[in-house]
């Protein structure tokens, strides 16, 4: 019987420990590839062209679409600033989305918009819209319709626009001043495959911002916002460089995308009825577009900010959010997962993130509790047990350190060594004792999942720093 | 057993440690290197200013005088002056780069087997409006989409007889490489003035080309005059396209003559009739913004005609907005449709810009 006991620990702990192999040896070989990739994007970067972009009359024209919701205490700057980017043929089109506060009065009157008093001459897919306000002195449009959520609004503004590519922004993320046109740079090589690029997502917590620009780069006194700083430089950064250069880029974070007006038309617009309306894009994108040639394409160096939730409760519901809608994409196409039809994606992308980003969380978090209770229970030997902490936490910490190492080489937004220091130092909490933690609510977000529970409450927002 | 795990624990601990220790040296030796450069850019940039407007600027001495690194952030600054300075200024800096061998360098680097350096030559060069023999371009350049580019652009900035034929004949190659954003606006600067060598090679080439070059030649063309009396013969190869099975080539066809506009004998030439009961209705569009630069009342009578019967509310909305452009009376709306399309453009305070071709 004790032998019996004994042999299950063992495969069963053997399981965790390859499971745990499984998982980072999957992210390593992104890293990689994502190191491969970077070498070709340096070499565009280390030629500045010999010319001015913004003087070519060939930029297509681009719709900056930006849904807003109750964001009264800062539309005004956030318009501002979307006012001053630097490309040269763009619009901005902000969709009121039945917001209770004074967002639009705000809008209108620091804008000096007048009504169109007209019904729109095209068929909009969402809510009732009330009335379109435009301004007779800049591209600017605000559409104000009934509230019908995030992608609502955004269809709204995809299908009003008459741009070729449209933008989606977040009202209450940051976009630095010549990203527009960073981002659109695949549009630019190859118009008639590229289908959606985006750009980098950071951390603004702790930066200095002034007049919507941020002029400082720097870490948050807190430490949930730090840790969420090293995860996206490894999550959002070099893990999407690495899938975009395998062709397998299954998100472009709403906070920022580039897409084709008429190829998000073509698959309906924006899911009304998805938890995370983002992902669901690109995977229908990549259904729709399977077997032409076409590009979904992650661009590292243009960055939009964002602030990230400093209290655990916050964080976790976000977290929460993130997971269901990852399930709910996943189990929606999940008839492309393992098809040769759908090339990358289909092959590896989505099965690397059900094993990894989906299951992956979910058998860590068995792992974290049964290993260690094996071990003290004398089941379990010293070298097993160290090589699983290597395994789960050192593999782990190497690779958040070597997306840090993929920062200060290749985009230097964190210049002092100090500030690199601290971060190295966040990467090996992120490993113990962040991950565990989001494991745990990945199993809380996998029973919320199952029993259908899909509210997620509103995000508190501190605000930017002045 | 235990060994091969106590061996594989330490790789992976060892592993983590040299990426960590080298991360943060590399960021101590970046800080310092930067704290380096930017103590030496407060230096170099006065210096250089100060030598751009000083009667004898004595380039040579002054470079040999400077630290590695000075000199760096010299020739960095002299490019960055380059891009954006004109007139005597720019002649001091070229002569300069000439002083300190940089212009050397860079024509040598041509034949380096690094495509980077090649690359960085042709970036110099042309800042420095240096020409290059047809023939060591196309010894040398002629490999990659890239360094094609790079090869054009020195012929556009060098100016060289011949300069738009040789530079549009690197770009359009071999007919099988869409161009990068660069190439084209390089295309569109080699033709600019006078589109005779696109519209040449196109005439005997583009029949070869693949379809997305050909867009990129069409949209080019949208851009470009064509002065002289041959452009009609030139043209008429646009003509053939309008009847091309892709519908991109069709509506980039319609943008391309519409810069031909001001010829009445082009115009006539223009199927409006097919064009506007086209299927497809980004070529309806297209002839929609070919009508409204006509400006006429035959245009006017077809875009009227567009606006009470195109099916496609975007077209319709075209049809509209190019009447109400050219300050034309919209016409009476004949169905709901037709009359919310008039309403919106009779109400709109701004009508959106549009660039389309090639894209939608």
């Known amino acids: 019987m004790v032998v019996a006991v004994d042999s299950v620990a063992w495969i069963a702990s053997w399981f965790f420990l390859a499971y745990f192999a ?22 565009d970067w280390l030629l500045d062209p010999v010319y001015h972009p913004h ?3 060939f930029l297509p024209g681009i ?28 619009e901005l089109v902000i969709v009121n989305d039945g917001s209770r506060d004074d967002t639009l009065e705000r809008l209108v009157e620091t804008f000096e918009l007048e009504p169109v008093g007209k019904p729109v001459p095209v068929d909009l897919p969402c809510e009732e819209v009330r009335e379109v306000y435009q301004s007779s002195r800049r591209d600017l449009v605000v559409i104000d319709k009934e509230n019908g959520g995030k992608a609502d609004a955004l269809n709204a503004g995809v299908f009003f626009t008459d741009q070729p590519l449209f933008c989606a922004i977040d009202a209450d993320s940051l976009i630095e001043r010549g990203a527009l046109l960073e981002v659109a740079q695949p549009f630019l090589r190859a118009p008639d495959r590229t289908v959606a690029t985006g750009g980098t997502v950071r951390v603004a917590n702790g930066c200095s911002i002034s007049r919507g620009v941020v002029t400082r780069v720097g870490l948050s006194r807190n430490a949930l916002a730090n840790l969420q700083s090293v995860e996206y430089l490894r999550a959002f950064l070099s893990g999407r460089i690495g899938l975009s250069g395998v062709g397998g880029l299954l998100i472009i974070s709403g906070a920022f995308g580039l897409f084709r007006t008429d190829a998000v038309r073509e698959v309906g617009g924006y899911s009304t009825s998805t938890i995370t309306e983002d992902m669901e894009l690109i995977v229908r994108l990549h259904r729709h577009f399977a077997g ?55 092959l590896f992308a989505l099965p690397f993130f059900l094993f990894v980003e989906a299951v992956g969380p979910l058998v860590e978090g068995i792992g974290y509790v049964l290993v260690p209770l094996l071990f003290v229970l004398g089941l379990l030997n010293v070298p097993f047990f160290i090589l699983f902490l ?43 004792p962040y991950r565990q933690w989001k494991a745990f609510v990945s199993w809380l977000a996998l029973v919320r999942y199952l029993r259908g529970e899909h509210g997620w409450g509103e995000m508190v927002r501190v605000g930017f720093d002045s | 057993m235990t060994e091969r795990l106590w061996i594989a624990f330490v790789v992976i601990v060892a592993a983590t440690a040299v990426v960590g220790t080298g991360t943060l040296a590399l960021s101590i030796l970046l800080a310092r290197f930067e704290r380096r450069r930017e103590a030496a850019r407060h230096v170099v940039r006065p210096a250089i200013l100060s030598r751009l407007h000083g009667p004898d600027p004595e380039w040579e001495t002054w470079y040999d005088g400077l630290s590695r690194i000075e000199r760096h952030v010299a020739r960095r600054t002299v490019a960055t002056y380059l891009r954006r300075l004109r007139g005597r200024e720019r002649e001091e800096l070229t002569r300069f780069a000439e002083a300190v061998g940089i212009d050397e360098r860079a024509r040598s680097s041509l034949s380096s087997r690094l495509v980077l350096n090649r690359l960085r030559g042709l970036v110099w060069l042309a800042l420095l409006e240096r020409p290059v023999s047809r023939r060591r371009l196309r010894e040398y350049c002629t490999g990659r989409a890239e360094t094609r580019a790079g090869a054009a652009r020195v012929v556009y900035a060098s100016d060289t007889p011949h300069a738009a034929r040789d530079g549009t004949a690197l770009l359009c190659w071999d007919g099988d ?11 569109y600067r080699l033709n600019d003035d006078d589109a005779t060598a696109l519209l040449s090679l196109a005439t005997t080439e583009g029949t070869w080309w693949n379809e997305e070059l050909l867009v990129q030649a069409l949209t080019v063309l949208a851009h470009c005059r064509a002065p002289g009396a041959e452009t009609e013969a030139h043209v008429e190869w646009i003509h053939t396209l309008l009847e091309h099975d892709s519908p991109r080539i069709r ?28 299927p497809d209705p980004n070529v309806r569009t297209a002839a929609y913004e070919l009508l409204g630069q006509w400006n006429d009342e035959t245009s006017t009578r077809w875009l009227e005609y567009g606006v009470r019967n195109d099916p496609d509310d975007r077209s319709r909305l075209a049809a509209a907005r190019r009447l109400s452009r050219s300050d034309r009376a919209l016409p009476d709306p004949s169905s709901d449709p037709v009359e919310r399309t008039v309403d919106w453009v009779r109400a709109e305070h701004r009508t959106p810009r549009r660039v389309a071709t090639g894209w939608s």
């Open chain 2, 177 to 187: 490489d869409r161009l990068s954003v660069f190439a084209l606006d390089t295309l």
């Open chain 1, 390 to 432: 290597g395994v789960a936490v050192g593999i782990g910490t190497l690779l958040s350190w070597l997306a840090v190492l993929n920062e200060i080489v290749g985009f230097r937004r964190y210049r002092e060594p100090r500030t690199v220091a601290t971060l190295l130092g966040y990467g090996l909490l992120e490993h113990v």
């Open chain 2, 251 to 278: 509506a980039g066809a319609l943008v391309a003559l519409s810069r031909q506009s001001w010829s009445q004998s082009l115009r006539r030439r223009v199927p409006v009739e097919r064009a506007v009961a086209d």
């Open chain 1, 292 to 346: 032409t040639d076409y590009r979904v394409e992650f661009v590292p160096r243009p960055v939009v900010w964002t602030e990230v939730p400093e209290s655990r409760t916050v964080l976790a519901r976000q977290r929460s959010r993130w997971f269901q809608g990852m399930l709910e994409t996943l189990w929606l196409h999940r008839d492309m997962i393992g098809r040769r039809r759908y090339g990358v994606v289909g």
């Open chain 1, 55 to 57: 003087n070519s009359p």
């Open chain 1, 22 to 43: 499984l998982v980072n040896g999957g992210y390593l070989l992104i890293h990689l590839v994502s190191l491969l990739s970077f070498e070709r994007t340096l070499r």
């Open chain 1, 63 to 90: 719709a900056v679409v930006v849904p807003a919701y109750n964001e009264s205490v800062t539309i005004v700057d956030t318009v501002q600033s979307l006012l001053n980017l630097e490309y040269g043929n763009y």
